[in-house]
């Protein structure tokens, strides 16, 4: 395959790989503000929005690899040590220029994704800690009496709790 068309459909590859990482961060977005409003119809989505974005990029992702391969060969450079920022290196403009910034700025969209995702980790943490305290201190609240006979054994009588009867 010509050099030129290789390194057009790369260009495309990533251009492509960009605009979906952004439609990452919209649904990460969407995620987040779904945690928050506890919106469990939401979250479902947006892990199913997730989901077919990845089968995306793990397509995309395919067609890149198999194309740097390519291109790297082409060139007489290893595959393996070939990144965007060493092919830019080695071909000539305009398409060195355009690499170059293809992929700085699918570095920045997968930094902000990076970051989101970090976010709504931090997000879900403590929401699932929040929930454990709550289920500690509701457990906490019903649990049995312990009640010593003269025998010096210790039972546990029906659930009464501290506040609430066990059977509410």
Do not use: W
Not at 4 to 33: A, F, G, P, W
Not at 84 to 101: D, N, Y
Not at 155 to 167: I, L, M, P
């Amino acid at each position: 395959m010509k050099m030129d068309l290789m390194i057009n459909q790369l260009l495309r590859c990533l251009e492509r790989e960009s605009e979906l990482y952004r439609s990452m961060l919209t649904v990460i977005d969407k995620e987040s503000k779904a945690a928050v409003r506890l919106d469990l119809k939401g979250l479902t989505k947006a892990g199913e929005k997730k989901q077919n974005i990845f089968e995306k990029l793990r397509l995309v992702e395919e067609k890149r690899i198999r194309l740097v391969r390519e291109i790297a060969e082409a060139l007489g450079y290893p595959p393996r040590d070939c990144t965007i920022t060493t092919m830019s290196q080695l071909v000539g403009e305009p398409f060195a220029g355009r690499l170059s910034q293809a992929g700085a700025y699918l570095s920045t969209v997968l930094n902000a994704v990076k970051e989101a995702n970090h976010r709504n980790k931090q997000l879900f943490m403590h929401s699932l800690e929040l929930l454990r305290g709550s289920f500690n201190l509701l457990s906490d609240l019903t649990q049995s009496d312990m009640v010593y006979y003269r025998t010096g054994s210790v039972q546990r009588t029906y659930q009464t709790g501290k506040c609430v009867n066990g059977e509410i």
